[in-house]
């Protein structure tokens, strides 16, 4: 498992702010922290199908967030945990979802959204042209063992991409620190100030 984490910005700039919200500024933060992190974590989305070849709905399944929580709600005091997560987990990613599709040399899918073919390896089986599906195989892409010849062992071809590795580098990671720094401190001053205005400060 890898995890990302947005913990509290330097605050130096709001700390006249944050002193006179008092028992309140937690919640300010976990709010602004909450908000921020939704936001990147869309952006790690559209990041990570472009960048993995796997489809939308995959990378939203696998990218999960644990928010900041409150320990008592009434006045927004925030529990032991004051960090957003956003964690994935998941090993070595099956050829069969990077739309493959079996060619007359193989299988032709496209990890990191490059096609490339991966010669011997097969969905279907039977003779040319009339190779049919096979339902035990579960559309995987697989490959015959000891040295290509057919001796009823077979071995499951994977991508060697993993989400979690990939969240962390690349355009997502980009994507991710530029929502955060870019959004992050004007949320959080947008929090203080409603919460300021409610208590009669500004």
Known sequence: MIEIKVDTVDLTRFANKLEALGENA?????????????????????????????????????????????????????DARSSYIIESRGGNISLKYFDAREVRKGVSAKPWGKRRLYPGTFIRGGLHP?????????????RNVEGGKWRGKIEKVKSNLTIPEEMVQGATEAAFFQVVQSDLPKRLEHEMDILMQ?????
């Open 26 to 78: 937690p919640l300010a933060i976990g709010r602004a922290l909450n908000h921020t992190g939704a936001k990147a974590r869309t952006a790690m989305i559209r990041s990570l199908t472009k960048q993995t070849g796997l489809k939308r709905k995959v990378i939203v399944r696998a990218l999960k967030v644990n928010p900041v929580k409150y320990g008592n709600p009434k006045i927004g005091r925030l």
């Open 130 to 142: 009339n190779r049919v599906g096979i339902s035990k195989l579960g559309g995987h892409v697989f």
């Open 198 to 202: 409610i208590e009669g400060l500004l």
